[in-house]
């Protein structure tokens, strides 16, 4: 299960959603405002919008399509 921080924020300040602009943990604004300063930056990040509320988590793109691809082939394979 993912449990990001921005979502922890949002569901305990729930009163809040549209009084605030931005959720983000502060290393994910520092890797974002980074990427412009190294061509060979990557970052894989989430956003979600709950109103007028941006909402950023990290997201490791990699690791979940990979787990997904194994989960796959292993239902093929067991059909077999």
Do not use: C, P
Request: no cysteine; aromatic share 12%.
């Amino acid at each position: 299960m993912f449990y990001y921080y921005s979502f922890r924020w949002a569901n305990a300040n729930t009163d809040s959603l549209g009084d605030v602009d931005l959720i983000a943990d502060a290393e994910h604004i520092k890797k974002l405002l980074k990427i412009s300063f190294n061509k060979n930056s990557q970052i894989s990040m989430i956003v979600h919008r709950l109103g007028r509320t941006i909402l950023f988590d990290e997201f490791d793109v990699h690791s979940h399509l990979l787990r997904l691809e194994k989960v796959a082939n292993e239902l093929i394979f067991s059909q077999i």
